[in-house]
Structure formats: structure tokens, C-alpha cells
């Protein structure tokens, strides 16, 4: 390999401005490509296992969501690939973990990998499930990961890739904006699986009182309520013991009495002249559709719109989604968005990451110019950092990954291999120089003397590597990015170190202090 560098060190030497200018280039041209890489938050990990939240009507009974879901079980079980399938309906009533009897989360594990059909991917199975469960009546279908969907909801209280929060005071006109919000998201390239928070169709039963009967038959408004709290709602009327302990015993007709509108209307009561009255004479019942649940967040109202994306990056996706709702939705006075969900990940990680890069290359700075105790070394040696993120980008750009935290978390490491390889360069070279070497000779010497440790340092971290590049197991996902930075920059890192810095110090030495080379006049 010497015999091939030497050759180009030293047409190098003689045209180093033009060398510069040529790698100046390519850098100035690889951020062009920053547009079109599109950005993530961390790349979708397959666990797997799949997912499928389904959402019914809030109005449905319990029996009911039951059957259905026993259906949606039987369903998935005959889908090639899928090993188990179990589910939950409804959670605790706690307010931390809230869900009712028309929310289930299905958990189906997958058979090995071995043993899916031929080109099958985990992506396929998940898009045959929605084809099997579309046609159940009234249901909405998220796919998601058990660990993931977890994680979202802890952090961002949603388990979308994308949630779209409007807040207002009425639930109502909330609604509606929701719907068109969806119906516009669905225009856009790459949303699939909506889900609108349910914020209607629960069933109520609506009790006004006719203060003119109640008047007539000697009743008052607090009769009527207490009656049909006690009935329906049940009112504690003794305490029962037993040894040590206390129970309070509440009473209530019995569920075929309370849970029927026509037994309500039914109900008689009692005058104080003796007289049985009907309640239906008393009061006009009747059973309306009302909220299942309102939700609020900041003092105020809000509703969710949540959906996934797949096929695209998530930045790009909400870019567009953003300027299409400004253009196609103003929202009526009062009434205010907010994005949530793994974009909002993103964008807390790539703000932190805004703060992080700065002060990681100011860190590097400071160290290097501890050890030459020179500004004009610091400054020659931090040149190797766009070097080195050339290859990354454009690794990147090849592979059709996306810039996430786990891509960066790789050009930060890469730019410490880029920047230990420049060390051991000008360190030579400068000592070199300070045994009388020309610039000339001192960087042919230094140059050939390192050029193994810097191939040897940039081999050894791409061959560890390598294997990322080409796992399959649980988390190769998130691990591929970082090697593909780190793969890719290393191999132009390594070759403009050899070659463009070599080029910057012979400028940069001739500019701070010329000598004579040893050349004849």
C-alpha cells in the first residue's frame, strides 16, 4: 500500500490547493444530501411480537366486546407466522391506566423467523392482520409492539408514532376538528392506522323533572333524586360486623329493574297524601348519547388524533402533515394544536443532540489544543471531523437510512476515531519538524511511518462493526445506523486524513512560517 500512497502524497504536495478545494467540495456537496435523508426517532425495533389495539364503540357491552374479540383472536391465529395470541380487555380503573370495556390489547407472539413464509418480514404479518380485521363491525385498528407501544405511552401518554392533540372548550367542535385532521392525514403519503379518541357515543339516561306534577302529587325536585339515586345507584342504608371488622351495606334494585329504561319509568312512588304515582308521570326519561370521556391536559380539553407512519421518515411526514392542516384547517378562535407522540421524542432528542454536538466538538478542541499547545494544530486537526462525516452521509444516503439518535450517536463516535488517527499524524510530523526536518520531508517521513497504525486503527473499528451490518435478531435495527456512520466515515475519513491533511499543514506551515524546503533557486 506504500507503494501506491507515496506516489499520491507526492502529487499531493504539489498541488495542495487544489486538493483542498477538491475536498471542500465534496463536503459542500454532501450536505446537500442532509434534505433528502429525512429524519427518525429511534428505527422501529421488531420484538417479535405484534400488537393489534382495537378499539370498539364505547356504548358496547361487555359480553359483547367479548365475543368479538375471541372472533379477532381466531382470526389471527390462522394468519401464516403467528405462534400465540392472547388478550386483555378493559384495565384497572386507576387514573394512571384508564380504559373501559371496549379497549383490548391483543399480544401475538410470532414463530421463528425460519418458519414464515418465503420473503415474509414482520411488517407483511402485520399488514395481513389488518386485512383479517378490517371487516369487524365498528373497530379501529393500531398496529403496534408490546415494549414499544409501552414505552410511548409512558412518555408521551400516546401510542402513536404521531399524535395530533387539539385542545378547546368544546367537545363538540373538538370532535369535528378531529375528524377533518384525520381525514386530511389521510392524504398524506405514509399514514396509516388512525385512531380518534373516543369522546362520544356512551349512553346515558336522562332524567327531567316535570315540576308541575311533582307539584300537583306533593313531591319536590330532592324526592325525585333521592329516589332514583337509591334505585339505580344504590345509597348505604346499615353497617354490617363481623368480629373486627365493618362493612357498609348499600341497597338497589336488582340489575334487570335498574339497567332497563322502561322498569325506570315503571318505578312507583309513594305521595305524601298516600297516592301511587308512576315516575314516567313525574319526569320525562329517556336514554341520549352523551361523552364516554373527556380528557383534559394543561386545565384544558383536548382530544387526540394518533396514526403511525410507515414507508417514510417521521420528520418529513410531520413537516408535510403540519403545512397541509395550516393550509386546509384554520382553527376557530380558542382552539390551539400540539404534536405528540414518537415526533415528540424526536425532537426533544434532536434538540438535546443540538446542544450535545457543539460541546462535544468544543470539548475536542480544548483537549487538542492541550496537547500541541497550539491553536494552528487544533484548529488543522479538527478539519479531519467533516472528513470523517462525509462518509457517513453519504452511507447513510445509500442504504436509505435516516439520521435518528442512534445515526448521530455515530458520527460522534466516529469523529473521536477520525480525530485520534489526525493525532497520531501531525503529532509525528511535528516532531519531525522540530528535529530540523523541511516541511516537505517531515511530512513524507511522518506520513509513511503512520500510515499502518492509521489504516490498522480505522480497520479494527470496521471490521467490530461489520456483523451489525447483517443481524437480524431483536435490536440489529437500532444497532445498523450506527455502523453504517461509522463505516462509512472511517473510509473517508482515513483516506482524506492520509491525503487532504497532509495537503492543510504544508499550507498551513509554508502560511505561518516559510522555509526552505532544500530545493535549489
Same mark, same amino acid.
Given at each position: 500500500?506504500?507503494?501506491?500512497?507515496?506516489?499520491?502524497?507526492?502529487?499531493?504536495?504539489?498541488?495542495?490547493?487544489?486538493?483542498?478545494? &477538491?475536498?471542500?467540495?465534496?463536503?459542500?456537496?454532501?450536505?446537500?444530501?442532509?434534505?433528502?435523508?429525512?429524519?427518525?426517532?429511534?428505527?422501529?425495533?421488531?420484538?417479535?411480537?405484534?400488537? %393489534?389495539?382495537?378499539?370498539?364503540?364505547?356504548?358496547?357491552?361487555?359480553?359483547?366486546?367479548?365475543?368479538?374479540?375471541?372472533?379477532?383472536? /381466531?382470526?389471527?391465529?390462522?394468519?401464516? #407466522?403467528?405462534?400465540?395470541?392472547?388478550?386483555?380487555?378493559? /384495565?384497572? !380503573?386507576? +387514573?394512571?391506566?384508564?380504559?373501559?370495556?371496549?379497549?383490548?390489547?391483543?399480544?401475538?407472539?410470532?414463530?421463528?423467523?425460519?418458519?414464515?413464509?418465503?420473503?415474509?418480514?414482520?411488517?407483511?404479518?402485520?399488514?395481513?392482520?389488518?386485512?383479517?380485521?378490517?371487516?369487524?363491525?365498528?373497530?379501529?385498528?393500531?398496529?403496534?409492539?408490546?415494549?414499544?407501544?409501552?414505552?410511548?405511552?409512558?412518555?408521551?401518554?400516546? /401510542?402513536?408514532?404521531?399524535?395530533?392533540?387539539?385542545?378547546? +372548550?368544546?367537545?363538540?367542535?373538538?370532535?369535528?376538528?378531529?375528524?377533518?385532521?384525520?381525514?386530511?392525514?389521510?392524504?398524506?403519503? *405514509?399514514?396509516?392506522?388512525?385512531?380518534?379518541?373516543?369522546?362520544?357515543?356512551?349512553?346515558?339516561?336522562?332524567?327531567?323533572?316535570?315540576?308541575?306534577?311533582?307539584?300537583?302529587?306533593?313531591?319536590?325536585?330532592?324526592?325525585? /333524586?333521592?329516589?332514583?339515586?337509591?334505585?339505580?345507584?344504590?345509597?348505604?342504608?346499615?353497617?354490617?360486623?363481623?368480629?373486627?371488622?365493618?362493612?357498609?351495606?348499600?341497597?338497589?334494585?336488582?340489575?334487570?329493574?335498574?339497567?332497563?329504561?322502561?322498569? &325506570?319509568?315503571?318505578?312507583?312512588?309513594?305521595?305524601?297524601?298516600?297516592?301511587?304515582?308512576?315516575?314516567?308521570?313525574?319526569?320525562?326519561?329517556?336514554? =341520549?348519547?352523551?361523552?364516554?370521556?373527556?380528557?383534559?391536559?394543561?386545565?384544558?380539553?383536548?382530544?387526540?388524533?394518533?396514526?403511525?407512519?410507515?414507508?417514510?421518515?417521521?420528520?418529513?411526514?410531520? @413537516? !408535510?402533515?403540519?403545512?397541509?392542516?395550516?393550509?386546509?384547517?384554520?382553527?376557530?378562535?380558542?382552539?390551539?394544536?400540539?404534536?405528540? #407522540?414518537?415526533?415528540?421524542?424526536?425532537?426533544?432528542?434532536?434538540?438535546?443532540?443540538?446542544?450535545?454536538? +457543539?460541546?462535544?466538538?468544543?470539548?475536542?478542541?480544548?483537549?487538542?489544543?492541550?496537547?500541541?499547545?497550539?491553536?494552528?494544530?487544533?484548529?488543522?486537526?479538527?478539519?479531519?471531523?467533516?472528513?470523517?462525516?462525509?462518509?457517513?452521509?453519504?452511507?447513510?444516503?445509500?442504504?436509505?437510512?435516516?439520521?435518528?439518535?442512534? @445515526?448521530?450517536?455515530?458520527?460522534? @463516535?466516529?469523529?473521536? =476515531?477520525?480525530?485520534?488517527?489526525?493525532?497520531?499524524?501531525?503529532?509525528?510530523?511535528?516532531?519531525?519538524?522540530?528535529?530540523?526536518?523541511?516541511?516537505? !520531508?517531515?511530512?513524507?517521513?511522518?506520513? *509513511?511511518?503512520?500510515?499502518?497504525?492509521?489504516?490498522?486503527?480505522?480497520?479494527?473499528?470496521?471490521?467490530?462493526?461489520?456483523?451489525?451490518?447483517?443481524?437480524?435478531? %431483536?435490536?440489529?435495527?437500532?444497532?445498523?445506523?450506527?455502523?453504517?456512520?461509522? =463505516? *462509512?466515515?472511517?473510509?473517508?475519513?482515513?483516506?482524506?486524513?492520509?491525503?487532504?491533511?497532509?495537503?492543510?499543514?504544508?499550507?498551513?506551515?509554508?502560511?505561518?512560517? +516559510?522555509?526552505?524546503?532544500?530545493?535549489?533557486?
Amino acid at each position: 500500500m506504500k507503494l501506491g500512497y507515496r506516489p499520491l502524497l507526492t502529487w499531493v504536495l504539489g498541488n495542495s490547493r487544489k486538493t483542498v478545494a &477538491i475536498s471542500v467540495a465534496l463536503f459542500v456537496g454532501t450536505l446537500a444530501l442532509f434534505p433528502f435523508l429525512g429524519t427518525s426517532f429511534i428505527p422501529e425495533m421488531k420484538e417479535g411480537s405484534v400488537s %393489534p389495539n382495537i378499539m370498539r364503540a364505547p356504548s358496547i357491552s361487555l359480553d359483547e366486546s367479548v365475543r368479538m374479540e375471541q372472533e379477532a383472536m /381466531r382470526r389471527m391465529m390462522e394468519i401464516p #407466522g403467528v405462534k400465540m395470541a392472547v388478550s386483555r380487555i378493559g /384495565r384497572g !380503573e386507576s +387514573p394512571a391506566d384508564p380504559a373501559g370495556p371496549n379497549e383490548a390489547d391483543p399480544i401475538v407472539t410470532l414463530t421463528p423467523r425460519s418458519e414464515w413464509p418465503e420473503g415474509w418480514t414482520q411488517d407483511d404479518i402485520a399488514q395481513r392482520m389488518r386485512e383479517r380485521l378490517a371487516d369487524l363491525p365498528g373497530v379501529q385498528i393500531v398496529m403496534a409492539q408490546p415494549i414499544s407501544d409501552r414505552v410511548d405511552e409512558m412518555v408521551t401518554g400516546v /401510542r402513536s408514532d404521531v399524535a395530533v392533540k387539539v385542545f378547546g +372548550p368544546d367537545m363538540e367542535e373538538l370532535r369535528l376538528l378531529a375528524e377533518q385532521i384525520a381525514a386530511i392525514a389521510a392524504r398524506v403519503r *405514509g399514514a396509516q392506522d388512525f385512531r380518534i379518541e373516543k369522546v362520544s357515543g356512551q349512553q346515558y339516561l336522562q332524567i327531567e323533572v316535570n315540576r308541575q306534577a311533582i307539584a300537583r302529587h306533593g313531591f319536590n325536585v330532592t324526592d325525585i /333524586r333521592d329516589f332514583v339515586e337509591i334505585a339505580v345507584g344504590g345509597k348505604t342504608a346499615t353497617d354490617v360486623f363481623e368480629g373486627e371488622w365493618r362493612f357498609p351495606a348499600s341497597v338497589r334494585l336488582p340489575a334487570e329493574f335498574r339497567d332497563d329504561a322502561t322498569a &325506570i319509568e315503571d318505578m312507583l312512588l309513594i305521595s305524601s297524601r298516600g297516592t301511587r304515582v308512576h315516575l314516567r308521570d313525574l319526569a320525562h326519561i329517556q336514554v =341520549i348519547e352523551g361523552p364516554a370521556q373527556i380528557s383534559r391536559e394543561g386545565g384544558k380539553r383536548r382530544i387526540v388524533v394518533g396514526m403511525n407512519v410507515a414507508g417514510r421518515d417521521l420528520g418529513g411526514f410531520v @413537516a !408535510e402533515l403540519q403545512e397541509e392542516i395550516a393550509a386546509r384547517l384554520p382553527l376557530p378562535p380558542g382552539y390551539a394544536l400540539e404534536w405528540g #407522540g414518537q415526533f415528540q421524542n424526536m425532537e426533544k432528542a434532536m434538540s438535546h443532540l443540538m446542544l450535545i454536538v +457543539p460541546a462535544t466538538i468544543a470539548a475536542i478542541f480544548f483537549l487538542l489544543f492541550l496537547l500541541f499547545r497550539s491553536l494552528r494544530y487544533a484548529a488543522l486537526i479538527i478539519t479531519v471531523l467533516p472528513f470523517a462525516s462525509i462518509g457517513g452521509v453519504i452511507a447513510l444516503f445509500l442504504t436509505g437510512e435516516y439520521l435518528s439518535v442512534p @445515526a448521530s450517536v455515530g458520527f460522534i @463516535a466516529l469523529w473521536g =476515531i477520525a480525530v485520534l488517527n489526525g493525532i497520531v499524524l501531525v503529532a509525528y510530523i511535528t516532531s519531525l519538524r522540530s528535529e530540523g526536518r523541511t516541511v516537505n !520531508e517531515a511530512i513524507i517521513e511522518g506520513t *509513511g511511518a503512520r500510515l499502518r497504525p492509521v489504516l490498522m486503527t480505522a480497520t479494527v473499528a470496521m471490521l467490530g462493526l461489520i456483523p451489525f451490518l447483517f443481524a437480524t435478531g %431483536p435490536g440489529s435495527e437500532v444497532q445498523r445506523p450506527l455502523a453504517i456512520v461509522v =463505516i *462509512g466515515g472511517l473510509i473517508t475519513s482515513t483516506l482524506l486524513t492520509l491525503v487532504v491533511l497532509p495537503a492543510l499543514f504544508a499550507l498551513v506551515e509554508a502560511r505561518a512560517q +516559510p522555509v526552505d524546503d532544500g530545493s535549489p533557486d
